[in-house]
Nanobody, 117 residues
Framework: QVQLVESGGGSVQIGGSLRLSCAVS?????????VKWFRQAPGREREFVAE??????ITYYGDSVKGRFTISSDRSTWYLQMNNLKPEDTAIYYC???????????WGQGTQVTVSS
């Protein structure tokens, strides 16, 4: 059973930085896992933030975070480096893993990011 555990959230001032981590366990050696970060602010729909493809390593970003956020990974942890944070970045951030070939989706519990002046 794949499990994702996010960490690294917190409160930061405008213009500050945070690095979120998503620790992954229980992966199958027969599957590959694309990883995405999403966020959801109160009263708003879930928003795509960033993705890294397992095989190619190609990354994708939502328009609102391009140039400020960077997704990366090592052997068992995915990261979201967030720079120049703005109040509109305030949300709960979720890590998502999509496995291939079975197409299963896994979610972490979320980590709160709050940006204020």
């Amino acid at each position: 059973q794949v499990q994702l555990v996010e960490s690294g959230g917190g409160s930061v001032q405008i213009g500050g930085s945070l690095r979120l981590s998503c620790a992954v366990s229980g992966r199958s050696i027969f599957s590959t896992y694309d990883v995405k970060w999403f966020r959801q602010a109160p009263g708003r729909e879930r928003e795509f933030v960033a993705e890294i493809r397992a095989i190619s390593g190609i990354t994708y970003y939502g328009d609102s975070v391009k140039g400020r956020f960077t997704i990366s990974s090592d052997r068992s942890t995915w990261y979201l480096q967030m720079n120049n944070l703005k109040p509109e970045d305030t949300a709960i951030y979720y890590c998502n893993s999509h496995s291939r070939p079975d197409g299963a989706d896994y979610w972490g519990q979320g980590t709160q990011v709050t940006v204020s002046s």
